[in-house]
């Protein structure tokens, strides 16, 4: 069924279309918005919706949807239907961004293609009937540039005009320059005058008393009269070749675009059926674009009528609160076959109305093919008729009316009603004697009800309360309120009726009690307690829904605790891998110092004119030695090593029994450890310790004095920590791969290859280069001498000669 401008206003939904069509690209995909309609066919609703949730899903993935470019060709197209018409040069270059965004459109649904199938099937299949249309963008690109001007070489004949225009034009140019000189010369201008233009014809700005010593054609004065514009004779008859120039140029951009017509037009019509495609992927990007800006879902449509919603809100007032930085209260709604039909009670001004629309809105944007603002894991159906009687805009003198008008929408609704109707009627029964008017509002609701017909109906009538407690097909609501507060929360409760608050709220005003007592006496206490009880049922609901939220906030924060403790724990287990990698590596770099410090021996004894036996035999002594290093202290150190699990080693026998406070320089055991360190420093219950060339921080009921001696090393003025480290890092930054030796005398090289040395194997250069020249070749054979002497070297040998030959010495590391 259609349904009038009227219906779609009482429900909101004009603004709504009003958002949609805003956001359209194109006046095609604003013609599919005016024509956006409810429909009752299962296949078409469930068709568009899956549609704009296809569309929703691309742009919450970031993706840009290939629109942009779309613009308005209908009209244009549809001008050169006429053989002989053409379409104008900058226009084309807006035919050519059409065509190439219907272009891309097909390149990214071809994208989206896969052996299982497309990505987003539904819009894929209309995207199907979209054809590309490249020979028609080759076409414009061979006679329009990027400017929308037509070029040069779209025909030989333009280009030769434009030639000939080019070559008057210099000619001019050079004629006016020589004018302007003379005429400047002679004191008949300024020498700054430049020429002007007046009527596409090139002038000269001349002074009136000079006017008559010029040569030419006066062509216009400015409106001061002080300027006079002068055409010099002597161009007066290029000028007259530039137009006529002009003009064939004219003619042949005619020729040219009408040709392109021509050759365009068997493609007007496929075109125009291509447009309205895209017209409707832009509707339906608009939907989508507005359904993200919501926070609309694709819901579960099943077949047959249902209603199983879960925060649901109305669109034009979540719109309208959030500019006011306002939270809108959702709405949760079931209804099913044996309780087809709600009926909300609950004071005014609480929500009753609103709760209406909002399920009117929902219902009615869903059939439209606009994804409703609600969760996904909502189930909808789809009615045949949606009937509305909301009486906005009431007044006084419009009761009689107004009820009739009432009277007549009940009439048509029990004349058209059936079980896939869905009634929403707002104060029912209200606008006449209430007597009469709940008893003929519950002779209606019991046609509603035997016909099978689906609604939501609001109302203030006790016996319409009573009457859907006690019969199948119907259930009661009401809209929260808070009595101590004294106001509405908002929030629709099934299950229950509401009370009006009538006596709460004419306490709360402060209405007189005599007054208030006069009243309860008038109606009697049956009314009065049974108002009572539905205040009584509405606070003890709503005490148990806040224990609910509360015992479900408490479990919420101990999952972000639980959460939070595993992560922390990870990390304090990252941590320490970090720490023992750490170890292992200032450990590593404590090894190779030991090396270097060895080198520099052997560099010594070599200085000293030591027999190169025993050379090698002291470097194979210190290696030995440092290898029972490695091997021992600083191997077995508790920083280098992963902590074993077992239990606490029992005290080793030359530890001190005595209870005596432990002081700087004593020997001492980390609990649980063998490794001897000397105390360095005491601070309150830390101390910090040497333990050979580490150093460390650990509590002081940690530590058991000894008598056993410190590792080598271990003392006041070790220094080993952070502060070195990242000296150690700057310099290995630092390193270069080549060392000047060159106009060094021969210890001073050799001292500083020797430190050079021991950087490179520490920082595993791999190769370096020793620049030291030729000369007589002293200092080479020197240096290599000195290489021989030093383990770590692997090979050495003179430079590729175009990069230094002889005078440099490259050295392979092991």
Known sequence: MTYPDSFENKIGFTALRSSINERCLSSIGKEFCESMSFSNDYDVVKNKLEATGEMLSIITSGEAFPLEGIHDINTLLGSIKVPGTFIGASDLLTVRRTLTTINDIVAYFNSKRHEEGSEYP?????ASMLTPFPEVTKLIDRIIDRFGNVKDSASAELADIRSRINSTSGAINTIMRRVLARAAQAGYIDTDTTPSVRDGRLVIPVPPMNKRRINGIVHDESASGKTVYIEPAEIVEANNRIRELQLEERRETVRILTAFADDIRPHIEPILAGMDIVGELDFIHAKALFANDIGAHLPILGQDVEMEWYHAVHPVLLLSLRRQNKEIIPLDITLDRHARILIISGPNAGGKSVCLKTVGIVQYMT????????????????FDDIFVDIGDDQSIEDDLSTYSSHLRNMKYFLANGRNTSLVLIDEFGSGTEPQIGGAIAQAILKQFNDRGMWGVITTHFQNLKH???????????SMLYDRHLMQPTFRLSIGNPGSSFAVEIARKIGLPEYIISEAEAIVGSDYINMDKYLLDIARDKRYWENKRIAIRQKEKKLENQLSRYEDEAEQLREKRREILNDAKEEARKILEGSNASIERTIHEIKLAQADKTKTQEARKRLQTEKDALAQGEIGDHPLLKKAPKKKRQSKPANDIATARPLNVNDNVRLDGQGTVGKILEINGKNATVAFGMIKTTVKLDRLKATIAQAQSGAGPTTVVGGAVSDAQRRKQLDFKQEIDLRGMRVDEAVQALTYYIDDAIRFNAGTIRILHGTGTGA???Y???YLDTIDGIKSYRDEHVQ???AGITVVELK
């Open 122 to 126: 539904v819009l894929d299949e209309k």
């Open 367 to 382: 059939q439209c093919g606009m994804l409703p603002p609600l969760y996904e894991n909502s189930h909808m159906g789809v």
């Open 467 to 477: 009457y859907a407690e006690d019969t199948e097909g119907l259930i009661n609501g």
């Open 779 to 781: 200092l080479r054979q």
């Open 783 to 785: 240096l290599r001498q």
């Open 803 to 805: 990069f230094g030959g």
